[in-house]
């Protein structure tokens, strides 16, 4: 026997994605119930994201979500590209007509939405297991899962598969009814996330022969760095001392000597992937984030991509239950997609122009980097290729 609850939108997933979208819906008054196969300091504990573009600013404003992240986010008008042993800013506000980014963890956005959602008694089920979706080609599909031992049976009129990318729900789509576009890159980043003084006000990009590197930070004392690293490698091949001495190697003489070095706190390596799954719809079951599409972390977009899904998701279902339209609904799909491709194409333009490829690959070896450099030196000299990227960095609009 398993105990059933009623609810109008299933969310499967408290990634950003789903925590997002539940807040959007009960902004609006629409009844949501969010099922999580983890636990929340699990969900809190994966470091990832740092770059919100303003569009997701103003959509986490909209969920009542912006106070700590006006407080404490960092705005940056610009970054640094670093290469032939020198670094050229990239001026976003001045390129954009006023446009920036802020440097804010994706964990604090977590922490907000769940301290928000705990704070208006909304209900989120973590720790569950067996999540399955059934029945999402009829008006009526429902989610299982067993909690704390007990079997539940979620009935709602839609479900939103905000479940990442191993999820069940774009597993549960016939494989028939979806297109999958995929590449997977040869090399992954490794990661490492330190209390210390980042070593320059701006993120730097940095193309070396070595391979790429990237300073980010999460605040004044926190930073975050990434060396371009084996898929082979693992983490405990990569002492504190080695890393530090890898991304010293990868970036310019003065950023070199600013570096400041210290324990690692968190230490991981990510493989780097450009998938997308079409369409992003089945009936009432709806694709939003990781669940459909992944890009490589170069440009910054994954976390700003589910946040566009979820700004049309949101729309969408509450234009139906306030306006009885389907309008948003059926156009869900192509409107994601028009802009998850675009920012899959930047992700994977900025990935191929960053990284050392191997000597197999087609534009790889030393010609490889010697076009890399050709392209940088271009870019940082022509305001025009200069205006594409920062338009792209920044974020299409939404
Ligand atoms: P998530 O965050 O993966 O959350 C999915 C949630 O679903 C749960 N889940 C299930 N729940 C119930 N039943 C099941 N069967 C389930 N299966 C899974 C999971 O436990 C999880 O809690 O997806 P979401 O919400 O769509 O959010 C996407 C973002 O997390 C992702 O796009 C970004 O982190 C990507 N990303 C970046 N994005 C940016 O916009 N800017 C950045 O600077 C940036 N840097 C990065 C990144 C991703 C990285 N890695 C590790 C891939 C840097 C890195 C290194
Ligand atoms: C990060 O701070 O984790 C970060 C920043 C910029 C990126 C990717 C990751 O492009």
Request: negative net charge; hydrophobic residues 40%; glycine residues 10%.
């Given at each position: 026997?398993?105990?059933t609850?009623r609810?109008?939108?299933a969310?499967v997933?408290?990634?950003?994605?789903?925590?997002?979208?539940?807040?959007?819906?009960?902004?609006?008054?629409?009844?949501?119930?969010?099922?999580?196969?983890?636990?929340?300091?699990?969900?809190l504990?994966?470091?990832?994201?740092?770059?919100?573009?303003?569009?997701?600013v103003?959509?986490?404003?909209?969920?009542?979500?912006?106070?700590?992240?006006?407080?404490?986010?960092?705005?940056?008008?610009?970054f640094?590209?670093?290469?032939?042993?020198?670094?050229?800013?990239?001026?976003?506000?001045?390129?954009?007509?006023?446009?920036?980014?802020?440097?804010y963890?994706?964990?604090?956005?977590?922490?907000?939405?769940?301290?928000?959602?705990?704070?208006?008694?909304?209900?989120?089920?973590?720790?569950?297991?067996?999540?399955?979706?059934?029945?999402?080609?009829s008006?009526?599909?429902?989610?299982?899962?067993?909690?704390?031992g007990?079997?539940?049976?979620?009935?709602?009129?839609?479900i939103?598969?905000?479940?990442?990318?191993?999820?069940?729900?774009r597993?549960?789509?016939?494989?028939?009814?979806?297109?999958?576009?995929?590449?997977v890159?040869?090399?992954?980043?490794?990661?490492?996330?330190?209390?210390?003084?980042?070593?320059?006000?701006?993120?730097?990009?940095?193309n070396?022969?070595?391979?790429?590197a990237?300073?980010?930070m999460?605040?004044?004392?926190?930073?975050?760095?990434y060396?371009?690293?084996?898929?082979s490698?693992?983490?405990?091949?990569?002492?504190?001392?080695?890393?530090?001495?890898?991304?010293?190697?990868?970036?310019?003489?003065?950023?070199?000597?600013?570096?400041?070095?210290?324990?690692?706190i968190?230490?991981?390596i990510?493989?780097?992937r450009?998938?997308?799954?079409?369409?992003?719809?089945?009936g009432?079951l709806?694709?939003?984030?990781?669940?459909?599409h992944?890009?490589?972390?170069?440009?910054?977009?994954?976390?700003?991509?589910?946040a566009?899904?979820?700004?049309?998701?949101?729309?969408a279902l509450?234009?139906?239950?306030?306006?009885?339209?389907?309008?948003?609904?059926d156009?869900?799909?192509?409107r994601?997609?028009?802009?998850v491709?675009?920012?899959?194409?930047?992700?994977?333009?900025?990935?191929?122009?960053?990284?050392?490829?191997?000597?197999?690959?087609?534009?790889?070896g030393?010609?490889?980097?010697?076009?890399q450099?050709?392209?940088?030196?271009?870019?940082?000299?022509s305001?025009?290729?200069?205006?594409?990227?920062?338009e792209?960095y920044?974020?299409?609009?939404?």
């Amino acid at each position: 026997m398993s105990t059933t609850i009623r609810t109008q939108v299933a969310i499967v997933g408290a990634g950003p994605s789903g925590l997002l979208l539940g807040a959007l819906l009960a902004q609006a008054g629409v009844d949501a119930v969010i099922i999580e196969q983890r636990s929340p300091d699990y969900v809190l504990s994966r470091i990832r994201a740092g770059v919100l573009e303003q569009g997701t600013v103003e959509l986490l404003e909209r969920a009542g979500v912006g106070q700590r992240l006006h407080r404490e986010g960092l705005p940056h008008e610009g970054f640094e590209l670093c290469f032939g042993g020198q670094r050229h800013r990239i001026d976003l506000q001045g390129l954009t007509g006023g446009k920036r980014v802020v440097v804010y963890g994706q964990t604090e956005v977590t922490r907000d939405l769940m301290d928000e959602r705990r704070k208006r008694g909304l209900v989120t089920h973590y720790g569950c297991e067996d999540v399955a979706v059934h029945d999402f080609d009829s008006a009526h599909p429902r989610v299982t899962f067993d909690h704390e031992g007990a079997a539940f049976e979620l009935r709602a009129d839609f479900i939103a598969g905000c479940d990442g990318f191993h999820g069940v729900c774009r597993a549960s789509v016939p494989a028939k009814a979806l297109t999958l576009h995929e590449r997977v890159y040869p090399f992954g980043w490794l990661g490492v996330l330190s209390r210390t003084p980042p070593v320059a006000e701006e993120l730097i990009y940095s193309n070396h022969e070595r391979g790429f590197a990237l300073c980010s930070m999460r605040s004044h004392s926190l930073s975050r760095y990434y060396v371009q690293c084996s898929l082979s490698d693992c983490v405990d091949q990569w002492s504190d001392d080695r890393f530090w001495d890898e991304l010293r190697a990868r970036l310019d003489p003065a950023a070199a000597a600013q570096l400041v070095t210290g324990p690692s706190i968190e230490k991981s390596i990510a493989p780097l992937r450009s998938f997308v799954a079409e369409p992003m719809r089945f009936g009432s079951l709806f694709l939003a984030g990781d669940a459909a599409h992944i890009v490589p972390p170069t440009g910054a977009k994954g976390l700003n991509l589910a946040a566009s899904d979820v700004h049309y998701l949101s729309t969408a279902l509450i234009e139906h239950y306030r306006d009885h339209s389907s309008a948003g609904i059926d156009d869900y799909s192509a409107r994601c997609l028009a802009r998850v491709w675009k920012a899959s194409r930047f992700s994977w333009w900025f990935t191929s122009l960053m990284h050392r490829f191997e000597q197999t690959e087609l534009s790889g070896g030393p010609i490889g980097f010697k076009l890399q450099q050709a392209e940088l030196e271009y870019l940082v000299q022509s305001p025009a290729a200069m205006t594409t990227m920062a338009e792209n960095y920044v974020g299409l609009p939404f």
